[in-house]
């Protein structure tokens, strides 16, 4: 009896819980539905709204004083903002009606309107100043062409915000191009010692979208003034847009108290902007073994400056214990006996490791492995006695 009961009330249970599993799929389903169907509601509205107040071929240069008072009511609310930011994206990619959000966007500038809601998002939450960031940078026309109050208050955003909220901070700025509001923003940061990935900071700095050349000025003159972490992403900045630091990377190079990371990027510069004085330093370093990583660079850096002493340096590096140092050594010598056809320094290797490692390198780069080279060599001697 009393097992009929147990199995009475777990067939009761189980078949009110999938009836309950059922009845919360089906008011998801209709939400959903019910919120899609309200969008879409939403986007034609907000499309209709920039639609009448846009210029379309007439000589109105600003928005209507009633279109900034609904504007500045309704994209208070970050949904709002997003379908807004829906309806201008509508138009920037219909080349047909793209003249639209051109005069639009011509009056938008020119409005204080987005200052006025920047300052009000200051008191949002993270997510909604990260997103509100994140519209700018999606139109950054809405900045202007100067330094405005609107970027003062993007700047403040950077502190006491997550990670996101910063991200599209730098974004936004980035594609505003302003550098003084760029340089202000990174200044915040490392005041306030806030990380940002080296990754994401130097591909964000690519996007600038003002003078990248002048902006790596700038971005230098700090050098001594920020942390070293931020100035390793300056320094591959300008790795990636500049070759007018060789000079001036030079003294860094060579001064004992330059941070390890710093020196490190420097020598991958001079890899892609070749300098002869810099030549001796880095057969140096690569001499170095107690300072692995600054000769495992080094050795990369060295396959731009070919001659003898190159080689002899990266022969004696093939020797080393640190299969990274060989690998980029052996990695060098075979593409600089490629690039002058001489493969006499490598047949000519006697050590078994070093041996090894430039056969594997030689065999990534289908040459043919020393034992060949070397035969064929003899076999050119024969054949000439």
């Not at 940061?189 to 050349?213: C, P």
């Not at 004992?256 to 880095?282: F, G, M, N, Q, S």
Request: aromatic residues 12%; neutral net charge.
């Amino acid at each position: 009896m009393l097992n009929d009961m147990r199995l009475y009330i777990a067939i009761v249970m189980y078949m009110v819980g999938g009836l309950s599993l059922m009845i919360f799929n089906f008011v998801v389903i209709y939400r959903t539905k019910v919120k899609d169907k309200n969008t879409g509601k939403l986007n034609t509205q907000w499309r209709r709204v920039i639609l009448l107040e846009s210029p379309d071929g007439t000589e109105k240069s600003e928005f209507s004083e009633k279109h900034e008072k609904y504007l500045y009511k309704k994209l208070k609310n970050v949904e709002n903002l997003e379908v807004f930011s829906n309806a201008l994206e509508y138009y920037r990619e219909r080349r047909d009606i793209s003249s639209v959000f051109d005069g639009y966007m011509n009056m938008a500038a020119k409005s204080s309107v987005f200052q006025r809601l920047a300052f009000d998002y200051r008191r949002a939450r993270n997510e909604e100043r990260a997103y509100f960031a994140y519209f700018i940078s999606m139109f950054p026309q809405l900045a202007g062409d100067t330094y405005t109050n609107l970027l003062d208050i993007l700047i403040s955003y950077i502190e006491n915000a997550n990670i996101y909220c910063r991200t599209n901070v730098l974004k936004a700025l980035c594609k505003i191009g302003n550098i003084q509001a760029l340089v202000n923003a990174l200044e915040v940061m490392n005041d306030n010692y806030i990380f940002m990935y080296q990754r994401f900071l130097t591909d964000e700095l690519m996007a600038f979208a003002g003078d990248k050349e002048a902006l790596s000025l700038f971005l230098w003159a700090k050098y001594k003034n920020w942390n070293a972490q931020l100035m390793v992403s300056i320094v591959i900045f300008i790795t990636m847009v500049s070759g007018e630091f060789k000079e001036v990377f030079f003294p860094i190079l060579q001064s004992e108290d330059t941070d390890p990371e710093i020196r490190l990027a420097v020598v991958r510069y001079y890899r892609k902007y070749k300098y002869e004085p810099v030549r001796p330093i880095l057969i140096e370093y690569v001499a170095d073994s107690a300072n692995i990583n600054l000769a495992i660079v080094s050795a990369h850096t060295l396959s731009s400056y070919p001659g003898e002493d190159t080689t002899a340096a990266l022969n004696n590096a093939l020797r080393s214990s640190n299969w990274h140092l060989r690998y980029n050594s052996a990695s060098n010598l075979v593409d600089l006996g490629l690039s002058t056809g001489d493969m006499s320094t490598l047949s000519a290797i006697d050590d078994k490791y070093a041996k090894e490692i430039v056969n594997y390198m030689m065999e990534l780069k289908n040459v043919a492995p020393l034992t060949e080279v070397k035969s064929r060599r003899e076999g050119e001697r024969v054949d000439a006695s």
